[in-house]
């Protein structure tokens, strides 16, 4: 009998099967993300805090429900909480990550202020990220490593990741939802990028492309996946080498998509890259003296 090659192509269907639940990619997706719930179902009980009045319960916008989303997506993230004191505040660099308050406002329009139900949307969004975390790492592996090891690796790694207490505060703060958002939306822009490049096909970075655009409006941290995808692309080899995937159709995609998002961005908040202003709250570099910075 033939040996299994290698380079076997990422698709679960046409891997070799196993008798392992461990190599079985839907089964431990699912046990990965109740692992995700179980660690952060104790929040479930907790209340709102200081940072969720923010965009939740003191936020204008927020509390309209559905009917506030067109000025959440027209002003600065906190204006909703600030009104028209968010320019004197001089609120650092400006943020405008209008998805997930849209979302909350969605949110609060059906269950009001209900702290347990926010909490358990933060909840089951983490653990969609750890499960998506899982495959998108085992796409990423399997061409070098093969489907059973980039299977263990990528297992192994998703659950230190799933259990480890630095997403304590993301999990548990309601407000950092917007967090969970920009890793759902940049792994996903990644695994539609990781299928053009195995087959080719231009809907796919097209797809990546938009996703990535969408991933900005959660947080601007996913600008960082316009290094980290071609990064990937480029030291990861195609699992089907019958197809001739160039790098111009996912340039593109996302370029194009970063660009429409700064012209947008740029239409509400102006220009601004996040100077650093001459106050305590926002500088942590500077100190009064003499009743002066």
């Not at 719930?37 to 927020?62: A, E, H, P, R, W």
């Not at 943020?95 to 909490?119: D, E, K």
Request: charged share 15%; proline share 4%; with cysteine.
């Amino acid at each position: 009998m033939a040996k299994t090659a290698k380079n076997t192509p990422t698709n679960p269907a046409t891997q070799p099967t196993s008798n392992h639940w461990w190599f079985d990619q839907k089964k431990v997706t699912i046990i990965l993300a109740v692992l995700a719930f179980l660690v952060y179902s104790n929040s479930l009980t907790n209340g709102f805090v200081l940072d969720d009045s923010l965009v939740i319960t003191k936020n204008q916008f927020t509390t309209q429900g559905i009917g506030g989303i067109g000025d959440i997506f027209s002003h600065d993230t906190f204006s909703g909480y600030y009104k028209e004191d968010v320019d004197q505040l001089k609120i650092v660099g400006g943020r405008y990550r209008p998805l997930s308050v849209a979302l909350f406002a969605v949110i609060y329009q059906i269950a009001g202020a209900n702290s347990t139900v926010f909490h358990l949307w933060n909840i089951l969004l983490y653990a969609l990220c750890c499960g998506l975390m899982y495959v998108v790492l085992r796409k990423v592996f399997e061409p070098s490593l093969g489907w059973q090891h980039a299977a263990i690796l990528s297992g192994l790694a998703t659950a230190v990741f799933t259990v480890h207490p630095i997403h304590t505060e993301v999990v548990n703060n309601i407000k950092s939802n917007d967090e969970i958002w920009c890793l759902i939306l940049s792994l996903s822009s990644l695994y539609y990028a990781l299928k053009y490049w195995d087959y080719g096909q231009k809907k796919n970075a097209i797809i990546s492309g938009l996703l990535l655009f969408i991933a900005y409006f959660a947080k601007e941290n996913a600008i960082a996946f316009l290094a980290i995808i071609p990064i990937t692309l480029f030291f990861r080899k195609p699992s089907n080498k019958k197809q001739s995937a160039g790098f111009l159709p996912i340039i593109a995609a996302l370029g194009i998509g970063f660009i429409v998002y700064f012209a947008i961005r740029y239409a509400i908040l102006g220009w601004t890259l996040g100077e650093a202003p001459l106050d305590l709250i926002n500088n942590p570099f500077i100190k009064f003296e003499g009743g002066r910075c």
